[in-house]
C-alpha cells in the first residue's frame, strides 16, 4: 500500500527566507504525487500536481515541487516565505486506477512565518 | 471551475440527534465522492468512499449505521451523523473526483463542515 511521510511536524521560517516542505512515497512506480494547502477551518487547496509530464511542477502562490524518482521524493518550496503562507500543508499520493483510488495523505506540516 | 461546496458549514447539536452534511460538486459531475474526518491538528482520515448509485466502501473501524452515506446523483453526496454523540465532535471534509478529468486522481475539496456535539 501506498504511503507518504512529511518530514517535520513543524516548520518555522523568516519572511522572505527559503521554504522547504519534505515528502517522501513509497512506491516501486511513479504515482500521482499532490501538495495541498489548508487554511484555519476550511478544506483543502491545491497547490500543485505530479503527473509524469515534468519532473518539476509549479503551483500557485509561487510554489514549486521537485519529483526526484531515485529519492521517492517530492519535495515542495518556495523561494521566499509571505507571512500569508503560513498554514497546514499536507502531501498526497495516489496509485493508477479507477476513479475509486483514494488519496492517501502525510500527517501535514504547519508552517510558520516568523516577521 | 470544480467548485465543490459543503453545507452547513457549522454545526451544534445535542448529544443523540442526528446530523445531515451535504457535499455538492458546482460544476462538474462527480460519480466518485470521498468523505474525511479530521481531528485537531490531524490529518485527514479516509472514512469512506461514494459512489453515485451504489452503496459506499466504508474504510475499516468506520460504523456504517453511524454515518450513512448516500450518493443519489452525480452532484450530491450525503453523510448523516445518526445519534451523534460528543466523540463525533469533529471536522468533516468531502471531496469529489471530475468524471471528464479523472485521469489523474485529482480530488478536489470542499470547504468542510464543523460539527460540535454537546
Known amino acids: 500500500a501506498q504511503s507518504v511521510t512529511q518530514l517535520g511536524s513543524h516548520v518555522s521560517v523568516s519572511e522572505g527566507a527559503l521554504v522547504l516542505l519534505r515528502c517522501n512515497y513509497s512506491?516501486?512506480?511513479?504515482?500521482?504525487l499532490f501538495w495541498y494547502v489548508q487554511y484555519p477551518n476550511q478544506g483543502l487547496q491545491l497547490l500543485l500536481k505530479?503527473?509524469?509530464?515534468?519532473?518539476l511542477v509549479k503551483g500557485i502562490n509561487g510554489f514549486e515541487a521537485e519529483f526526484k524518482k531515485s529519492e521517492t521524493s517530492f519535495h515542495l518550496t518556495k523561494p521566499s516565505a509571505h507571512m500569508s503562507d503560513a498554514a497546514e500543508y499536507f502531501c498526497?499520493?495516489?496509485?493508477f486506477g479507477s476513479g475509486n483510488t483514494p488519496l492517501v495523505f502525510g500527517k501535514g506540516t504547519r508552517l510558520s512565518v516568523i516577521a | 471551475g470544480a467548485v465543490v461546496s459543503q453545507h452547513p458549514s457549522r454545526v451544534i447539536c445535542k448529544s443523540g440527534t442526528s446530523v445531515k452534511i451535504e457535499c455538492r460538486s458546482l460544476?462538474?459531475?462527480?460519480?466518485?465522492m470521498f468523505w474525511y474526518r479530521q481531528f485537531p491538528k490531524k490529518s485527514l482520515m479516509l472514512m469512506a468512499t461514494?459512489?453515485?448509485?451504489?452503496?459506499?466502501?466504508?474504510e475499516q473501524g468506520v460504523e456504517k449505521d453511524k454515518f450513512l452515506i448516500n450518493h443519489a446523483s452525480l452532484t450530491l453526496s450525503t453523510l448523516t451523523v445518526t445519534s451523534a454523540h460528543p466523540e463525533d465532535s469533529s471536522f468533516y471534509i468531502c471531496?469529489?473526483?471530475?468524471?471528464?478529468?479523472?485521469?489523474?486522481?485529482?480530488?478536489?475539496f470542499g470547504p468542510g463542515t464543523r460539527l460540535t456535539v454537546l
Open positions: 471531496s469529489a473526483r471530475d468524471l471528464a478529468e479523472s485521469s489523474y486522481n485529482e480530488q478536489f
Open positions: 512506491s516501486s512506480v511513479p504515482p500521482y
Open positions: 505530479y503527473t509524469s509530464a515534468a519532473t
Open positions: 498526497a499520493v495516489s496509485d
Open positions: 460544476d462538474f459531475q462527480a460519480t466518485t
Open positions: 461514494s459512489n453515485e448509485g451504489s452503496k459506499a466502501t466504508y
